[in-house]
């Protein structure tokens, strides 16, 4: 059992999905003196800290904001390391992810990847599709926005042709063409955490976060611990969800 288990206790409900907004790398790296990268870095090894506290505490999916559609606009040199850091990243703690027996998943628009990271997520994807436990879920190069149009866009094409009638479209069929409906039921996070102490969503996951208790923490993301989860965790079991009912 682990440290992070026996700090909750058994009558907690532990959100399904949690949805992560890894805020505050560029921050923590500028606060020591070092450049954006370097943050960047430190914030990569946090991911391996958080995924496996998470698994251990019975969260379902973990969805990570890693790479947005609007990162593109950022100083090559730092849109270059972002790229890399998947083929670091996967090639340092695959044999970890395969021991843990979490399952990786992306969300995004990953044709328009480089072709070294596109393969390199892909094959990451592929080599742990037989595990059976937590979904690690990077949404890399993607955008709530414009996710929402491709899925409406894919749905005109298919009422345009016939093979749908547009009075058949509800929101569980426009669920279904969005980026996220490989998490099927799971695709809606039960809890937003972003880091960093900032509060707003950033084009994360517009559709899906309708109904999401959301933590706004203050720690940068390289310094979020174990212990801040499990915090944010207790936090979430005081909500009283009530999905608009009384």
Same mark, same amino acid.
């Given at each position: ?163 749908? !009638?547009? &009075?058949?479209?509800? =929101?569980?069929?426009?669920? @279904? ?7 099927? #039921?799971?695709? +809606? ?27 706004? !923490?203050? &720690?940068?993301?390289? =310094?979020?611990?174990?212990? @801040? ?7 979430? #079991?005081?909500? +009283? ?6």
């Amino acid at each position: 059992m682990t440290e992070s288990k026996r700090q909750l206790d058994s009558d907690i409900s532990v959100p399904k999905h949690i949805a992560i907004i890894m805020d505050g790398n560029g921050r923590w790296a500028k606060k020591k003196g070092q450049p954006r990268i370097a943050g960047h870095k430190e914030g990569m090894n946090n991911v391996k800290t958080i995924a496996t506290a998470a698994s251990h505490l019975g969260v379902k999916v973990l969805s990570l904001y890693a790479f947005s559609t609007e990162n593109w606009s950022r100083p090559s040199k730092e849109v270059n390391f972002l790229m890399k850091l998947p083929v670091d990243f996967f090639g340092t703690f695959m044999p970890d992810l395969i021991k843990e027996n979490i399952r990786v998943f992306v969300t995004g628009f990953t044709d328009h990847l480089p072709e070294k990271t596109r393969k390199v997520v892909l094959k990451a994807v592929e080599d742990t599709k037989g595990n059976t436990g937590m979904i690690l879920n990077f949404a890399f190069n993607y955008g709530g926005r414009a996710e929402i149009v491709n899925a409406a866009k894919n749905l005109a094409i298919e009422a345009a042709s016939g093979s749908i !009638d547009p &009075s058949d479209i509800d =929101d569980a069929m426009f669920a @279904d063409h969005l980026l996220t409906n490989h998490l099927k #039921d799971l695709a +809606d996070p039960d809890l937003l955490i972003r880091t960093s102490g900032e509060e707003r969503i950033s084009n994360f996951m517009l559709w899906q976060l309708a109904y999401t208790e959301m933590i706004f !923490d203050d &720690s940068y993301w390289p =310094d979020f611990t174990v212990d @801040d989860l499990v915090e944010d965790i207790k936090e979430f #079991d005081r909500r +009283d969800r009530r999905y608009g009912s009384v």
